[in-house]
């Protein structure tokens, strides 16, 4: 390596080892800071921020990549740089021009009006008033267009906003992927039962918390997470955060059993991959997730695609039994299953099964492009959300707090960010699609626990190419073929078939 | 407030909170950190001190402090600021003096030798080897003898190391103060008998962690500890940390049952003295501690002056039979007083009772000053450690491990650290002589566990105070005296006659 990227590479880790600090902020603020230290916590990140996005927009970093690369062109000032090396440099241009697209006083303002937001938006679900929370959600949306405005990338203003989480992405080409799998979902669900309310009390029931997590640390071992670098926590909302690559932090909740489990799954994917990203390029974006939909696919790829299966659950289930006996031993393996699995149409997203997950996130993907076009006003959002609720689910909230205030994302301005969830589903059944040809005994390593050939499947075709790839050049190098929600909608036909 | 000064506030706020930050760090390292992440914290430790250092040193800052008072004279420009004001500016002055007096690039050699030679301190004492650590040991002498010298504060280079931790103490007020206790201690100890090991199995047992937190957070509370702004967790050795006033850690261990209850009176102490500070003057150093004598002093008085006493034992024991019944039911009071309060010469610093206790850190102190005069040779000090031991405690290390090689502190440069540690036994037992003075229902108080009259008497006389004062003045306005070790003479006189 030359001296010159060398150098870049160094002013890029101390960048990422801020980002990192800031993490640990958040991780802490979610799980051990003690209630009395949120407004002085709001000041540390904000200072933290402040520090990331001074370095990124500095001078000096102008200057050190400029040497390298043309800002403007985007041209390699070295061609006898390999191939990751021009990668590298490329994706560092974006991001910085993403970066002083915003001038710092708009910046400033939109996360303020997005604190402000994100408060009234709570005190708005808690007394069920969307009147109180309209005003702010006009407002954050017209920030959102001021955003698109200066990122002004692709062809429509939500084009830009989708960039920010999905680059690549197009707005055309989710409305195509997304038309097909809504409309073969409403089809699929409209073939199902009514889902009934499960009601039996070991469902429910309150097991004990340490033999949980030492049942949930002992699953995230045998994905392949290792526990010198990946720990555990309890916090109200799961999430996954990364201090550094070497420190990774997931958090899961107790509600029922195999929604611990599901939980444990799903962070545990995510911090798989962000342990599996190309850590010799440690603060470069070839050391980063390619977009927020990759690294959905892998939360649901081990969620969803593995610890759905029967074989997955076949072993699961007895490990919940050996560790739970007086709570478990009258429950049978098809019962527990059944109860584990519910399908159907239900108003709250996180609460949504595999099939009709995908129908809340398009309802909010056709309303947030509405939005930003300007073709719709606030105070008719309910409605709309209503009356898409009806078509797409057949149910309809009863009240706002069930409807259209259910999502925390708009308060804070995050419009753009609800579709990578279902390109994180359409992805992960890509992969699916793609590990059941080339791992023929899939299943019985699934059955067996024997899941690090499957991470190192991932590790392979995924973590390790970080950003080298677009998500586009990602699918094309695993499946051969285009971004389809096809592979998905075969998945969820058999889903329901079982 | 005028502006200039509202400004500079505001600039020592930020700084404070890049501290805060920092703190965070090390809190999580000794707690929840996976150890996988221990270099890259190592990075993220000093990239924060480093932007802390480069603030208080800045030019920035040198402009808006310069502009109220003259960096060199001390000379408060505008006369009209009223007596806190002007403290908060000659209090920031020294502390700049401080920072500037050190070259970055010494700064820097400093805290690299210290990390190498705390790690070679490990092994010296793993594989009991003086002579790993002693090259080490030299450096870092040497390296203190230089910060003396770029320091040049007080008449003798000891003088300016002790500032750096208890400025405005003297090393000859030390001496003098010190070898009274000194003196008077080997006589107390003499008349003793022998220590007897207590072989009891109640107090080795491993009690309930759960139920030991729940004592632990009990007792915090009683203290006048808001749980909305403390918190306790665990770590291999108890501290206590401040992110902001309104966010302070304390941790603890599970070892003996009194151990565990004295370490959270200790770490409870210093936590409450941290968030009684004046919070209006946020960031400055009016919103600090004196020094660390002072803070010293209010852990131990709540360790050692409160906790050891029979009245505090007599609620406390019941409260520890309610809790582990089945373990205790057959103790009586009289056996677990005597046995949680064994008192007599032994080797180890940290286990040692309250009257040894300041034996072991006078032989610390008086090798100090020799290793900074140059009147010893390293390959000596082991031999004139143990010829200490024996002359003042009556016994004597039979390996290095036991003996010099027992503490961390020399191996990271905290020469003068160690007499601020008996400091506090000294300064709290002029306070608790005051206080049993003024407050005539003490012991009922202590026997109710009635402590909130307590905490506020320490917080009207010492924690508002804040830097306002110095330790001398402080002394003054408590007792109307000077620093004195013959309240805690006294004090050690009644507990060996108990």
């Not at 191939?83 to 490329?90: K, M």
């Not at 009390?201 to 949980?212: P, S």
């Not at 440690?282 to 959905?296: N, V």
Request: charged residues 25%; glycine residues 6%; negative net charge.
């Amino acid at each position: 390596m030359n001296n010159a990227l060398r150098e870049l590479l160094a002013f890029q880790a101390k960048t990422w080892n801020l980002r990192g600090i800031a993490s640990l902020l958040g991780w802490d603020s979610k799980t051990y800071m003690p209630p009395g230290g949120i407004s002085a916590r709001a000041q540390h990140a904000s200072l933290m921020d402040g520090l990331v996005h001074e370095r990124v927009t500095s001078d000096e970093y102008g200057r050190l990549l400029g040497s390298l690369i043309d800002l403007e062109s985007g041209q390699v000032r070295d061609p006898s740089l390999n191939f990751q090396e021009q990668r590298l440099l490329t994706e560092s241009v974006c991001d910085r021009k993403l970066a002083v697209a915003l001038p710092n006083a708009f910046v400033q303002e939109f996360s303020e009006a997005g604190v402000q937001a994100e408060r009234q938006w709570e005190i708005a679900r808690e007394k069920d008033d969307y009147s109180l929370f309209a005003p702010h959600l006009e407002r954050m949306i017209g920030l959102c267009k001021r955003k698109a405005d200066y990122l002004a990338l692709g062809t429509t203003p939500y084009d830009s906003l989708l960039y920010c989480y999905e680059p690549n992405a197009t707005t055309v080409q989710l409305n195509h992927v997304f038309s097909d799998l809504r409309d073969e979902t409403i089809s699929l669900l409209s073939k199902l039962p009514e889902r009934a309310q499960p009601r039996a009390a070991w469902l429910t029931a309150d097991y004990d918390h340490a033999k949980q997590l030492e049942l949930g640390r002992s699953l995230m071992k045998k994905m392949g997470a290792n526990e010198q670098n990946i720990r555990l926590d309890l916090s109200t909302h799961p999430f996954c955060t990364t201090i550094h690559p070497s420190d990774i932090r997931i958090t899961t909740r107790f509600g029922g059993l195999a929604e611990y489990i599901y939980t444990i799954l799903h962070e545990t994917g995510h911090a798989l991959y962000e342990a599996g990203l190309p850590q010799e390029w440690y603060g470069s974006p070839l050391c980063e997730a390619i977009s927020m939909g990759i690294h959905e696919s892998q939360s649901r790829f081990w969620e969803v695609f593995i610890g759905k299966s029967r074989a997955f659950w076949e072993t699961e289930f007895n490990l919940l039994k050996e560790a739970f006996p007086s709570q478990l031993s009258a429950v049978g393996f098809e019962e527990f299953y059944a109860a584990s699995n519910p399908m159907g149409a239900t108003l709250i997203r996180v609460g949504a099964d595999e099939l009709t997950y995908n129908l809340h996130i398009i309802i909010r993907f056709e309303l947030e492009q509405q939005m930003i076009n300007g073709t719709v006003n606030v105070s008719e959002l309910p409605e709309m959300w209503n009356t898409k609720y009806r078509q797409y689910l057949g149910i309809s909230p009863k009240s706002n707090r069930e409807g259209i205030l259910q999502d925390t994302h708009w308060s804070f301005g995050g419009i753009g960010y609800f579709p990578t969830y279902t390109l994180g589903n359409i992805y992960a059944a890509q992969w699916w699609k793609q590990i059941r040809k080339e791992m023929p005994d899939l299943d019985a390593r699934i059955r067996a626990h024997d899941f690090v050939p499957i991470l190192n499947w991932l590790k392979k075709k995924i973590h390790i190419v970080g950003r080298g790839q677009t998500s586009a050049e990602l699918v094309r190098s695993i499946t051969g073929g285009e971004l389809s929600a096809w592979p998905l909608i075969d998945f969820l036909k058999e889903r329901v078939q079982r």
